[in-house]
Nanobody
Framework: QVQVVESGGGLGHPGGSLRLACEVS????????MGWYRQGPGTQRELVAS???????NYGDSVKGRFTIYRPAAKNTVFLQMNSLNPEDTAVYYC???????????????WGRGTQVTVSS
């Protein structure tokens, strides 16, 4: 079993900052990429940011230059630093991770339940 748990959501103000954290635990042989998606009211889930096992990052166009994803070396945790927040960032943010549970297993995608981020004055 693999668990993905997000934390750090809440209320942010326009121009302000929030930091999200995600921890992956359980039966883990290997974690490759980790990332964040979000789904706002009436919208489809979209990529926010992802980071590969060698540190390569990818960002959605709407957050480039404002959000930063980082993963401490050899840790099962990923963070999303969100700066210059605007109301359009309001969404449920989901953490996802590609995990191999044993050396012979396939890589599977695991998702957290999401954490609400609301940006409002």
């Amino acid at each position: 079993q693999v668990q993905v748990v997000e934390s750090g959501g809440g209320l942010g103000h326009p121009g302000g900052s929030l930091r999200l954290a995600c921890e992956v635990s359980g039966s883990i042989f290997e974690i490759t990429s980790m990332g964040w998606y979000r789904q706002g009211p009436g919208t489809q889930r979209e990529l926010v940011a992802s980071i590969s096992s060698n540190g390569d990052t990818n960002y959605g166009d709407s957050v480039k230059g404002r959000f930063t994803i980082y993963r401490p070396a050899a840790k099962n945790t990923v963070f999303l630093q969100m700066n210059s927040l605007n109301p359009e960032d309001t969404a449920v943010y989901y953490c996802t991770s590609k995990v191999r549970e044993t050396w012979a297993a396939n890589l599977d995608d695991y998702w957290g339940r999401g954490t609400q981020v609301t940006v409002s004055s």
